[in-house]
């Protein structure tokens, strides 16, 4: 195993270059299941989820190759329905196979993805939905079984906002035989990439604000361009706020400003100038940090996957700062890492309360889950010393090299064997 060590207190500046979103090339990956073809997609984030992924539909039976950010896979020779344990448990996204091979086999068995460091993470919606459109699950054995009875279409109302929820009905719907009506869907950006590139394909997706209308096709056209997955929304805000902790400027290329306006506003009312052009981000700190207080929210609104990041930024704020976590009840986990660093927060129920400090002290700090891990980083960065992070196999899930991107803009950064 390795660690990360990282020499704090450097100022940072300059230009990172923002990969294609882990959270939408998952999905499309998924969804090369449903219709055999040979498909090719392009900005793909090299990271070990997109690597369990690609070893996930291997195992089905599809053949891939994967090189500077592009896959090119072949799904025509899928027949196997079940996703093993030994994969399902190390990425939650996992999950995304089952309404995938719904749709293309009428059955899947796939490993209870169960829970995870950030809090119980159920699929009660996932199989009420698959339900409510004509498949019947059982589970046993610590697997979903799943198998289609009757004409796949219908109507299904989420009882909460769920991105995969909403990405697993529409994987299972697209060939199905009557309309499928989907209502309280998600809003994330991730989930419009996945219904683009269905459509792309000849899908019929429409949708709605919260409203989600699959009208099935019977087949899926041969793809003819290659399709570009948009860039990862949370790693761009992740340089975003390390921008606002240095004196010096960042900017960040390569991505989405439309994705990014609750994350800019949040910037802005810290004091920090936001200066957008095109694809790229410049951010001024400000002299002072203005302390705030945030909700995190489905899209729209702020992110649960910022939250971390964000509150590396408030440590160092002129007074007292609030977040509120909506999504997740236990995603608080490197709040302990970071008072080890000298950082001053408390917890009360889903609040944490920030009181800012002067400065930090490197320590020996645990990452716990990916988001946590990236908020451990940005406080070393700006910590006085040596830090020193365990457990940095959650950051390779998600974040494409980015000790090369830090190094790239000034940080001290190296990884060590444990
Ligand atoms: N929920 C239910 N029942 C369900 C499904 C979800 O109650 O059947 C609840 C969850 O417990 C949670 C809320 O709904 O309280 C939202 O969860 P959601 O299902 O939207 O999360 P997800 O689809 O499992 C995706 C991202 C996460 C991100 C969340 C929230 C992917 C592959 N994962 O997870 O990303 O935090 O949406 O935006 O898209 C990450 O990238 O680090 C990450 C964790």
């Not at 195993?1 to 998924?30: C, F, H, Q, W, Y």
């Not at 995938?100 to 059955?107: D, F, I, M, V, Y």
């Not at 059982?138 to 219908?154: A, D, F, H, T």
């Not at 190094?407 to 990884?415: D, E, F, P, T």
Request: with cysteine.
């Amino acid at each position: 195993m390795e660690k990360l060590i990282i020499d704090g207190g450097t100022p940072l500046k300059g230009r990172v270059k923002i990969s294609g979103s882990k959270n939408a090339a998952l999905p499309i990956l998924a969804a090369t299941v449903v219709y055999p073809n040979k498909y090719s997609l392009n900005n793909i984030p090299d990271i070990q989820d997109v690597r369990t992924m690609l070893e996930l539909l291997k195992i089905l039976g599809a053949k891939y190759t994967f090189k500077d950010n592009k896959v090119v896979i072949n799904t025509i020779n899928i027949k196997k329905h079940e996703a093993p344990y030994d994969l399902v448990k190390t990425m939650r996204a996992s999950v995304l196979i089952w309404g995938a091979l719904l749709s293309r086999l009428g059955r899947a068995k796939i490993s209870f993805p169960g829970g995870c460091a950030i809090g119980d993470r159920p699929v009660d919606q996932h199989l009420a939905g698959f339900e409510s459109i004509g498949y019947k699950t059982i589970v046993k054995s610590g697997y979903l079984e799943s198998i289609s009875e009757g004409p796949v279409g219908g109507n299904f109302k989420f009882k909460v906002k769920t991105v995969t929820g909403t990405e697993n009905l529409i994987l299972a719907s697209i060939l199905g035989k009557q309309k499928t009506i989907l209502e309280n869907c998600s809003l994330e950006p991730e989930v419009d990439d996945l219904i683009n590139f269905l459509n792309s394909l000849g899908g019929q997706i429409v949708r709605k604000k919260e409203k989600v209308i699959v009208t099935p096709v019977t087949e899926l056209k041969k793809q003819k361009k290659i399709y570009k997955v948009i860039p990862d929304r949370i790693e761009a805000g992740t340089f975003m706020y390390l921008g606002c902790i240095f004196p010096n400027k960042i900017t960040v290329t390569n991505a989405k400003v439309e994705d990014l306006k609750e994350v800019i506003s949040t910037i802005r009312l810290m004091g920090a100038k936001v200066e957008t052009e095109k694809a790229s981000i410049k951010i001024t700190p400000p002299k002072a940090i203005q302390p705030i207080q945030v909700q995190t929210k489905p899209f729209p609104g702020f992110p649960t996957d910022l939250q971390a990041q964000l509150m590396a930024v408030l440590i160092f704020a002129k007074g007292v700062s609030k977040i509120q976590e909506n999504v997740f009840p236990n995603r608080f986990i490197h709040v302990a890492e970071l008072r080890k660093l000298g950082a001053n927060i408390s917890i009360k129920e889903n609040t944490a309360k920030i009181i800012g400090v002067n400065g930090l002290a490197g320590a020996k700090i645990q990452a716990s889950d990916l988001r946590a891990s990236a908020g451990l980083i940005l406080s070393a960065l700006s910590s006085k010393g040596k830090t020193e992070i365990f457990r940095i196999y959650h950051l390779d899930r998600g974040y494409e090299r980015i000790d090369d991107k830090l190094k790239l803009i000034g940080a001290k950064i190296w990884r060590e064997k444990e």
